[in-house]
């Protein structure tokens, strides 16, 4: 089980949008539409954005939006607001009951 | 009101064991999944493992297999998660969090669980 791939860090100015990857593979992003977006401020505990790929839970801002094509998952922010600053991490169901997650992305708004 | 209440924090010597609790409240325990994340200091997240607490069935991540064991106690709604033979690199904030593949809704507030001579 390798860790899903995401860029280190993204940013942009208030108002704009972020996009961020997340690749796996056949056998986890590619093979299943449980994917899954976790913010995560500093020395908070993760909350769920998006989970089965584009599916806000309740509560969930409608600028925070998912998609997956082939072995890549996205999270879109649009609108970028200063509390949308944090850590953002993907994961992805991997068959045989076994979950993997990806590197986590920084995102910085300017 | 719903939530999980993880134990507070442990030191451990390494070679050691630590078991960390959950408890669940204002939902029905045996309902959902309970999955164990751990997250060394600015490291990011990795899974360790889900228990059923209804049919007591679990999954480990590779790297935690014979190392972890997950447990529950229905009659208090409490989730475990004990990690043998420590080491430093075990050094992390442990967290609980509720759900299965379709995404994880509600977690614990962490544990801190402290490996040193």
């Known amino acids: 089980q390798s860790a899903l791939t995401q860029p280190p860090s993204a940013s942009g100015s208030p108002g704009q949008s972020v996009t961020i990857s997340c690749t796996g593979t056949?056998?986890?992003?590619?093979?299943?539409?449980?994917v899954s977006w976790y913010q995560q401020h500093p020395g908070k505990a993760p909350k769920l954005m998006i989970y089965e790929v584009s599916k806000r839970p309740s509560g969930v801002p409608d600028r925070f939006s998912g998609s997956k094509s082939g072995n890549t998952a996205s999270l879109t922010v649009s609108g970028l607001q200063a509390e949308d600053e944090a850590d953002y991490y993907c994961s992805s169901y991997a068959g045989s009951n076994l979950e993997v997650f990806g590197t986590g992305t920084k995102v910085t708004v300017l | 009101q719903v939530q999980l209440v993880q134990s507070g924090a442990e030191v451990k010597k390494p070679g050691a064991s630590v078991k960390v609790s959950c408890k669940a409240s204002?939902?029905?325990?045996?309902?959902?999944?309970i999955n164990w994340v751990r997250q060394a200091t600015g490291q990011g997240l990795e899974w360790m493992g889900w228990m059923d607490p209804n049919s007591d069935n679990t999954g480990y991540a590779q790297k935690f297999q014979g190392r972890v064991t997950m447990t529950r106690n229905t009659s208090i709604s409490t989730a475990y998660m004990e990690l043998s033979s420590l080491r430093s690199e075990d050094t992390a904030v442990y967290y609980c969090?509720?759900?299965?593949?379709?995404?994880?809704?509600?977690w614990g507030q962490g544990t801190l669980v402290t490996v040193s001579p």
């Open positions: 056949s056998s986890d992003v590619g093979g299943y539409n449980y």
């Open positions: 204002g939902y029905t325990f045996t309902s959902y999944d």
């Open positions: 969090a509720r759900g299965d593949s379709s995404g994880w809704d509600l």
